[in-house]
Structures are given as C-alpha cells and as structure tokens.
Nanobody
Framework: QVQLVESGGGLVQAGGSLRLSCAAS????????MGWFRQAPGKEREFVAA??????????YYANSMKGRFTISRDSAKNTVYLQMNSLKPEDTAVYYC???????????????WGQGTQVTVSS
C-alpha cells in the first residue's frame, strides 16, 4: 500500500513558478513509477508528467502542452517526487494529483494509487 500526500499548491500570477511535492509512504517507493495529473473545473482529469522507478536509466514523460515548462523529478532518499512548474498560464489552473504505480505504462493510463490533490491557481 502506498499513501501519497501533495503539497506546494497555491496562487501565482501568470508567468510565475511553483514546485509541487508529493511525499510517499512505504519502503519500496523507489520501485514505483510516479506521476502527476490535473483536473480543471468542468474538465476531465488529464495526465501531466511521469517518472520511472528505480533502474539504470530514469525515464520521464510529459504531456505535450507541458513540455519545456514542467519538470518532474524524484528524491528516493526523501520518498518524494516533485513537479517544477514554470511559465505558468491561467489555463494551468487545476487540482494537481500525485499518482503511483509499479508499471510506468500503467501509471500513465490508470494509476493504482492517488493523492488527495493540491490546488494550483494561476491569475492573469
């Protein structure tokens, strides 16, 4: 069982930056692929970014609209995954959710574990 707790959301002006954090419980954190999703009001939840679990090579994957602006990273010593968001736009306003799954492919489709979400609001 994995428990995920997000933090770092808030209100920021367009063009600004925020860094979200997701603290995970469990001794096997490094084995899990981790990711971020978001859900804007009136819209379906959408994939944002993912990072693979422990291995020789770390893979990352981003939704097209986030490439170049968002960066996902993880610190296995702290059981934490981060989402650095730069050049934020009003359309980035959403609840951001952390997610985890043993499978990198499954994470992007239907993660097994979810956090409770953190609100990000970008003002124009």
């Amino acid at each position: 069982q994995v428990q995920l707790v997000e933090s770092g959301g808030g209100l920021v002006q367009a063009g600004g930056s925020l860094r979200l954090s997701c603290a995970a419980s469990g001794r096997t954190f490094s084995s899990y692929a981790m990711g971020w999703f978001r859900q804007a009001p009136g819209k379906e939840r959408e994939f944002v970014a993912a990072i693979s679990g422990s291995g020789t090579v770390t893979y990352t994957y981003y939704a097209n609209s986030m490439k170049g602006r968002f960066t996902i990273s993880r610190d296995s010593a702290k059981n934490t995954v981060y989402l650095q968001m730069n050049s934020l736009k009003p359309e980035d306003t959403a609840v951001y959710y952390c997610a985890a799954d043993m499978s990198f492919a499954q994470l992007r489709a239907a993660p097994a574990y979810w956090g409770q979400g953190t609100q990000v609001t970008v003002s124009s």
